[in-house]
Every structure is written in C-alpha cells, then in structure tokens.
C-alpha cells in the first residue's frame, strides 16, 4: 500500500485491520509503518503480524521494475515460508527437502 497522505494510509490500514489480508506490504521507511501501527492504537495487534514496511527483500533495487521484483519475490517468500536467501548458501539437506516437497 503507498499512499503519500499519511491520514489515508491510517484510515486504509483501520479498515482492513479485521480483514484476513495475509500480508500488507508498505512503501517507504521503517519509521512511517511504526507511526501508522502506533497511531491504529489498539487495532494495531490485530494486525501488525501482517503489515512489512517497507516491504521487499534487499536485492538492490533501484528502477521501477526492481522495486516491482523486491517486493513480489518478497510477496512470495513470505507466502511460502521461506527467508530469501540465496540457494547456495543453504545446506544440500534443505535442497534436497525442497525438492522433495515441490
């Protein structure tokens, strides 16, 4: 969710708040997604578990279509579960669970 009036992202975050949205992805800082869940009071529990500002994994994103790739591939691992690392840095016994699974 972006929006660059600060009252609207409150109000868009309060209504959704009960909702079974999986996960809200915020743009932005850090700072502005602790303000919003500090201003929600105490609706703010039932959905901080869910929102990830800013959202995205680190990849180094710069252009339009890397922040769209972050923040899918970011979308994704946490849907499934996973951290985003990279492949090559997890063991041969995970990989071969993985494969299993899939």
Known sequence: ??????????????????????????????????????NLGSEAVQIAARVFGPVGLDIGAETTEEIALAIMAGIHAELSGRRGQQLSVKSSSDLYELELTH
């Open 1 to 38: 969710m972006m929006t660059h009036n600060f009252e609207y992202a409150e109000r868009y975050l309060k209504a959704i708040a009960n909702g079974q949205i999986p996960l809200i992805g915020l743009l932005g800082p850090a700072q502005r997604k602790d303000r919003l869940l500090q």
